[in-house]
């Protein structure tokens, strides 16, 4: 075994070269990069856009050329920043959905989700804070009670209930009010196997009470309606053979 700091002459005596001297080429750059005798060379900038004059009288005179993209391009992806769409808190908060010009106020909408889908409701207000609809089915027709959807889950029909008659009854109603308590989880894993079901939160009475006061106001006006309870008791449903962008509601 020879060691590499180790050449032998021609007549086999060997000689011995410092590895850090500046004659041996393998560590040339390093000495000489150390010493501060050779900087290194700046990169050149980009070629950014050229102005070149163009002739002829309807050609504008001068034309702007971009500089032509590499022939090559890397084998591998590069990995870029994730681009994220942020807001501010305050534009979000201020943004509220428009509401469609199908629904106003006594619309009787379709549910499309959650868990009273295929149910007929009766619109009563758009909230103002989160843009979502304020609906009931009432209660004692179809058991739908009063709670927020989403406008994009909904089918507007052309039926209509006069809600004049809730007057500022509509105004206690809001975001604050459907807003549910925080309940503390444990945050250790597999605990939650071994713990007991919790029960239902009892139903807050004056949510009740609400209810029971919108239901007492809109009952009269819909038995004056022919069918129109039987209508919204009745759970929308497709059938074969039906074509929905055909349909009239």
Same mark, same amino acid.
């Given at each position: ?6 050449k032998?002459?021609?007549?086999g ?8 001297s ?5 560590y040339?750059?390093y ?12 990169k050149p ?5 050229v ?14 050329v971009?500089p032509? @993209?590499?022939k =090559?391009?890397?084998?591998?992806? /590069? #990995?870029? $920043? ?7 808190k305050?534009?979000?908060?201020s943004k ?17 989700s959650g868990r009273?889908?295929g149910?007929r ?19 004692k ?7 927020r ?14 809600v ?25 894993? @597999?605990?939650? =196997?071994?713990?007991?079901k919790? /029960? #239902?939160? $009892?139903?807050?009475?004056?949510r009740?009470a609400?209810q029971k006061?919108?239901?007492?106001k809109?009952?009269p ?16 449903s497709?059938?074969?053979?039906q074509?929905v962008?055909?349909?009239?509601f």
């Amino acid at each position: 075994f020879v060691s590499r700091s180790k050449k032998c002459s021609r007549t086999g005596a060997s000689t011995m070269r410092s590895p850090a001297s500046l004659t041996n080429p393998r560590y040339r750059r390093y000495n000489v990069t150390k010493a501060g005798a050779r900087p290194k060379a700046a990169k050149p900038e980009a070629p950014g856009p050229v102005t070149k004059t163009i002739g002829g009288p309807k050609n504008g005179g001068k034309r702007v050329v971009e500089p032509k @993209g590499p022939k =090559f391009y890397p084998a591998d992806d /590069e #990995k870029k $920043p994730k681009f994220v769409r942020t807001k501010a808190k305050e534009y979000t908060s201020s943004k509220v959905a428009k509401l469609r010009g199908s629904i106003t106020p006594g619309t009787v909408l379709i549910l499309l989700s959650g868990r009273f889908r295929g149910k007929r409701v009766v619109f009563l207000k758009q909230l103002e804070k989160s843009g979502l609809l304020l609906v009931t089915g009432p209660f004692k027709v179809n058991g739908v009670p009063l709670r927020r959807v989403n406008q994009a889950y909904v089918i507007a029909t052309s039926t209509k209930v006069d809600v004049s008659s809730l007057g500022t009854d509509l105004a206690a109603f809001d975001d604050a009010y459907f807003a549910r308590e925080k309940s503390k989880s444990s945050k250790k894993p @597999g605990e939650e =196997f071994f713990q007991e079901k919790a /029960e #239902k939160a $009892p139903i807050d009475p004056k949510r009740v009470a609400d209810q029971k006061r919108i239901d007492d106001k809109l009952m009269p006006v819909i038995s004056t309606k022919a069918n129109l309870k039987e209508y919204l008791s009745a759970r929308f449903s497709l059938s074969k053979g039906q074509r929905v962008h055909d349909m009239k509601f």
